[in-house]
C-alpha cells in the first residue's frame, strides 16, 4: 500500500488506539501531513514518534479510520481481511446450503472501518463508508473475487453500491440481473441490490426472524416496516393462521407481495399494507396475537437522539395497547445513538403509558456475520426485546 502522509497524536490521546480502538478523533491529533487528501493511506505516529498503525485518513470528526495496528499494511491487505472474515463465518454456522445469503465484511467488527460486504448468493455488494474504501473499490474487488471461489463459493459479479450521489454504482466484476432469488433458512426472498435500500436485504434480523418463526404457530400476525417482507414469510412458514405486513413505501410493499407469492402465500389473503404504521395501528384493538416492530432508524446522530426517544415511545405504546391478552411484540431499535439501556427504559416508559403488564422473554442483537470487535462498542447497533403482554 502506497502511504501518503503522518498523523501524529498529541501526548495523551494515544490510549484509546492502543487499546485498538479504530477511530482517530480530530481532537486527539497534533500534527498531519499537510498534502493529505480524503481517502489517503496514513501512518499514525504516537508523541514519541512510535508508529501505531496505519489507516484512511478523511476530514472531519473521524480524521483516520484505522485498518492495522502495528505492521504496514501490504498488497495482499484486502485478501488476508477477507479471508479471515470468511473463514468467522463459517466458523460461526452462518452459512449452508439453507442460508446463502450473508454479510461477509461488518466495517470495524471485521477490522475494515468503513467497508460492508454483503453476500447474495454468487454476487457480492459492496458499499464503502469512507472516502478510503471508496477508493479502493478496485483493490476490495478483486480480493473479494478471489477468496471466494478460492473457498469453493461461486462468484459472478462484484457490485458497488454507491453511498454518494457523485459516484456511480457499477459492476466491477462480471454482471448480474436483479432481481436475485436468495435463501434464508429455506426461506427465499428477492433481492434487488440496484434499486432497493441499502444492498438490498436487512441480513441482520436473520436470526430474529427464525426465532419469531417459532413462535409464530397459530397466531394472527402484524409485521409492520415489512420492507421486504422477511418476517412475515417466516411468519407464514411456521403456521401463523393470517399474517398482515405493513409499510409506508409503495415500493417495499410490492416486494413483499413479491416475496409471499415466492413461498407459495396469497398477498391478498395475507394482505400488503402500503400506509404509516402509526395510522395503521390506530383501529386495530384486540386484532393481532404478535406485532413486530421493526422501524427504520428514529436518529442517526446524537442531536436527534430525544426525538428518536419519543418516537420509540409512542410507537410502542400504540402496540402494546392493541394487542391482544397475551399476546406477544418483537421491538427493535437499530439507531447507533440509542444505547440497549436507552432502548429498554423507552420500552418501560413505553409499558407505563400502555397500562399492560409486560414481561420481557428475549433480549436481541445482531448476528454473528455481524461482530462487534470487543474495543468496538459502538459496533453494537442492533437491539431488540421479545415482550410477553398480559
Ligand atoms: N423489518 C424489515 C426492515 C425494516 S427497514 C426487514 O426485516 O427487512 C424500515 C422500513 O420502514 C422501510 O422499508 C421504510 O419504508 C419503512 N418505513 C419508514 N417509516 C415508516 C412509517 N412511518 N410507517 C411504515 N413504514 C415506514
Known amino acids: 500500500m502506497n502511504i501518503q502522509g503522518i498523523i501524529s497524536l498529541k501526548q495523551g490521546r494515544d490510549h484509546s488506539v492502543k487499546r485498538f480502538h479504530p477511530w482517530i478523533f480530530s481532537g486527539a491529533i497534533q500534527s498531519a501531513t499537510e498534502t493529505l487528501q480524503d481517502g489517503d493511506w496514513v501512518e499514525v505516529k504516537d508523541a514519541r514518534k512510535t508508529t501505531v498503525g496505519f489507516g484512511h485518513y478523511q476530514k472531519g470528526t473521524i480524521t483516520v479510520r484505522m485498518i492495522t495496528f502495528g505492521e504496514k499494511p501490504n498488497e495482499d491487505l484486502y485478501q488476508s481481511k477477507i479471508k479471515k472474515a470468511l473463514q468467522v463465518r463459517v466458523e460461526a454456522n452462518v452459512i449452508s446450503d439453507q442460508t446463502n445469503a450473508y454479510r461477509l465484511v461488518h466495517g470495524e467488527g471485521d477490522g475494515l472501518p468503513g467497508l460492508i460486504i454483503d453476500i447474495y448468493h454468487d ?49 466491477l466484476t462480471g454482471m448480474a440481473v436483479v432481481p436475485h432469488v436468495v435463501l434464508e433458512h429455506g426461506n427465499k426472498f428477492l433481492i434487488d441490490w440496484e434499486e432497493g435500500q441499502k444492498t438490498g436485504f436487512f441480513l441482520d434480523q436473520r436470526e430474529n426472524r427464525k426465532l419469531l418463526g417459532e413462535m409464530a404457530k397459530g397466531k394472527a400476525v402484524l409485521n409492520t416496516f415489512c420492507y421486504t417482507g422477511g418476517f412475515s414469510v417466516y411468519a407464514l412458514q411456521n403456521g401463523a393462521t393470517l399474517v398482515h405486513s405493513v409499510d409506508a413505501s409503495e415500493k417495499a410493499i410490492t416486494l413483499t407481495r413479491k416475496n409471499l407469492e415466492l413461498n407459495g402465500y396469497n398477498p391478498t389473503t395475507h394482505a400488503c399494507v402500503a400506509e404509516d404504521t402509526f395510522d395503521f395501528l390506530k383501529d386495530k384493538k384486540d386484532v393481532y396475537d404478535l406485532i413486530i416492530l421493526d422501524p427504520p432508524a428514529f436518529a442517526k446522530h446524537k442531536d436527534s437522539r430525544h426525538q428518536a426517544v419519543k418516537g420509540y415511545q409512542r410507537l410502542n405504546a400504540e402496540a402494546m395497547k392493541m394487542i391482544k391478552p397475551g399476546g406477544i411484540i418483537f421491538t427493535f431499535s437499530c439507531s447507533q445513538v440509542v444505547d440497549r439501556q436507552l432502548f429498554y427504559d423507552t420500552i418501560v416508559s413505553a409499558g407505563i403509558q400502555a397500562g399492560r403488564q409486560i414481561k420481557v422473554l428475549h433480549h436481541l442483537s445482531q448476528p454473528a456475520d455481524h461482530p462487534v470487535s470487543l474495543y468496538h462498542p459502538e459496533g453494537e447497533y442492533l437491539k431488540g426485546l421479545v415482550l410477553y403482554v398480559a
Open 123 to 171: 454476487v457480492a455488494i459492496i458499499q464503502a463508508h469512507s472516502a478510503g474504501m471508496q477508493r479502493d473499490k478496485g483493490l476490495i474487488a478483486t480480493a473479494v473475487g478471489s477468496v471466494l471461489p478460492t473457498a469453493g463459493f461461486r462468484m459472478s459479479a462484484v457490485y458497488f453500491k454507491s453511498m454518494q450521489e457523485k459516484t456511480e454504482s457499477e459492476y
